[in-house]
């Protein structure tokens, strides 16, 4: 064989050596590509079966929702009659709820505030003020809507409001002095309630029904609660207890004022002797002793049981009713008749920030003496027929409010 020959043969042997090489390399990326891709694909079906992570549990409820209510009224040479007027009111309903388990935490905190102007009282008067803060904790039993509960309130009021009676000796006053005119009505105001005077505070312990998402019943005969009068002023009113260090010197003043009293009604202050004069000044100190009411006790403590009824009924998305009664009777007066409180509100969202609002307040409190220049005349005229010199009497109170204006829901979330 030719020395040729030989190189060509043995670079064929190469080339055909490299190429199956190769070849084999090919196969095994090949089949490693293959393998790889099953792997993926297994992979891949493995993750679809695999549940996504739960998310977080979110144990808090939370709302808030505002009101702001604007009235007015204005007259020109209308011979009906009528005044001026503008009316502003406020309102806040706040909630933070809690669930977890078999246990909730239902909280609720209701504002409002309102004021009034009209042209036949040149000041200005508040018509709306209400504080009202409920906390509810509950525990499931083993009956199906049933809990053990402990249920909490406290409600008072921001400030002052008055009683605005017509001032004495009006028309003697410059018609053009309005500063005189506002002052007179201003010191003629009667103080019908104030901050804590008064505020009740009550905590019960019992059992809370829920057969209905939107009905609760709660009932707690373990009820202990504190009335607090701050304004010694208002004590009477609210029937404060007349302290023990007081009492004596109370009826001591008491009597001499109910034996003299026929004599002062008669009589001026100058027209008789030295002695009559005294018993006039005497009279009156101890009348002005009496009105201001610091002998009572600023607070009473109360123990009994407590009903308490919610109702909430979402019609639709717009109109919503609720309504809570709640009736508490006192061991500690067991001839009395029980304190009952009845609240509505009637909401209708009319537009996507004005609604409509119509609330109602219903109390019977037997403790409470009502001013008599607060009755109306038919029950003003009973009270004084019974007894001619009556200055208050106890009854049922009633005030309504229908209000449109604009509203606005801040949050309404779960945390």
């Known amino acids: 064989m030719s020395y040729m020959k ?23 990326a090949a089949q490693d590509v293959q393998a790889a891709a099953t792997e993926a694909a297994e992979a891949l079906a493995a993750a679809e079966e695999t549940p996504a992570p739960a998310p977080k549990p979110k144990y808090w409820t ?46 609720r905190l209701q504002l ?34 049933l809990f053990y509960s402990a249920d909490f309130s406290f409600k008072t009021q921001f400030d002052n409001n008055y009683n605005y009676v017509t001032p004495k000796g009006l028309d003697d006053l410059d018609p053009d002095d309005k500063k005189a005119i506002r002052q007179a009505w201003r010191d003629a105001r009667e103080l019908t309630m104030s901050i804590c ?31 607090i009068v701050a304004k010694p002023v208002l004590r009477s009113t609210y029937g404060m207890e007349i302290s023990k260090k007081s009492q004596a010197e109370y009826d001591e003043k008491a009597e001499f004022m109910a034996a003299n009293k026929a004599f002062v009604d008669s009589y001026e202050l100058g027209s008789g ?72 509100r009637i909401f209708w969202k009319l537009a996507k920030y004005f609604s409509l609002t ?8 037997p403790e409470v003496n009502i001013p008599l220049t607060l009755a109306t005349k038919s029950t003003r005229d009973k009270e ?10 106890k009854g049922v109170q009633f005030k309504e409010f229908l209000e449109i204006g604009f509203t606005y829901t801040i949050a309404s979330k779960k945390d």
């Open 6 to 28: 030989k190189i060509v043969l043995t670079i064929a042997a190469l080339a055909l050596a490299m190429a199956s090489a190769f070849a084999q390399d090919v196969q095994e």
């Open 62 to 107: 939370t709302s808030l929702q505002t009101n702001i209510n604007f009235g007015q009224t204005a007259l020109v040479n209308w011979a009906a009659g009528g005044y001026n007027n503008i009316t502003l009111a406020a309102f806040i309903d706040a909630n933070a709820n809690y669930a977890k388990n078999k246990f909730k935490w239902d909280n």
């Open 112 to 145: 409002d505030y309102g004021f009034l102007y009209s042209a036949d009282k040149p000041i200005l008067q508040k018509n709306k003020d209400r504080i009202y803060l409920q906390s509810n904790a509950a525990l499931d039993t083993p009956v199906k809507n």
């Open 197 to 227: 005077s008064p505020a009740y505070i009550t905590l019960g312990l019992g059992i809370k029904w829920t057969p209905k998402p939107w009905f609760t019943l709660n009932f707690a005969p373990l009820t202990g609660g504190v009335v």
């Open 273 to 344: 002797t030295p002695e009559e004069d005294a018993i006039y000044n005497k009279y009156n100190m101890y009348d002005s002793w009496m009105a201001g009411g610091s002998y009572y006790k600023s607070a009473r403590f109360e123990l009994g049981a407590q009903l308490k009824a919610d109702f909430k009924v979402d019609v639709n998305d717009n109109f919503t009713f609720s309504s809570q009664i709640v009736a508490f009777y006192n061991y500690l007066k067991p001839k009395q008749v029980p304190r009952v409180a009845w609240d509505n």
């Open 358 to 365: 119509l609330s109602t307040n219903l109390l019977y409190d």
């Open 384 to 393: 004084l027929k019974k007894n001619p010199d009556a200055t208050s009497f």
